[in-house]
């Protein structure tokens, strides 16, 4: 089977393009679909901070702790890209996240969210021990 480079569920998600996606979605297309370094549309609404693309794509079936090629989920790739934010990291987690998946280099989404300094993203994992 051969990865393709981009999706059609891809590029809606990268352009912002919700109405597409979800016409994608409603026509059958599989909201896992993965590039060539095992990003799925659901890496890339993590990326752009897309919550209305990621709750289209989680209500959709989407698997919510894909790895990529480097190991990252999701939810990782939503606190390297956070800036503070929390609200797709809450509905990540909501959704049953894993915080503690360690990523190829052994890095967890709370173990970056704690090294994070110039913005206070540790606060989205109060919940969990240190």
């Known amino acids: 089977?051969?990865?393709?480079?981009?999706?059609?569920?891809?590029?809606a998600v990268m352009a912002s393009?919700?109405?597409?996606?979800q016409d994608l979605l409603a026509r059958g297309e599989s909201p896992d679909v993965?590039?060539?370094l095992g990003f799925t549309p659901l890496h890339l609404a993590a990326q752009q901070w897309?919550?209305?693309?990621a709750e289209a794509l989680l209500g959709a079936g989407a698997s919510v702790d894909p790895e990529n090629t480097f190991g990252n989920t999701?939810?990782?790739?939503?606190?390297?890209n956070s800036k503070g934010r929390g609200e797709l990291i809450e509905l990540l987690r909501t959704h049953g996240a894993d915080a503690l998946h360690a990523?190829?280099?052994?890095?967890?989404?709370?173990?970056?969210a704690r090294l994070i300094a110039?913005?206070?993203?540790?606060?989205?994992?109060?919940?969990?021990?240190?």
């Open 50 to 53: 897309s919550v209305p693309a």
């Open 118 to 130: 110039n913005y206070n993203v540790a606060q989205w994992f109060a919940d969990l021990p240190t």
């Open 34 to 36: 993965s590039d060539h």
């Open 103 to 112: 990523n190829r280099s052994g890095q967890t989404p709370v173990g970056l």
């Open 1 to 11: 089977m051969t990865t393709p480079t981009t999706s059609p569920m891809h590029a």
């Open 17 to 21: 393009d919700l109405s597409t996606l």
């Open 74 to 80: 999701p939810l990782f790739v939503a606190v390297f």
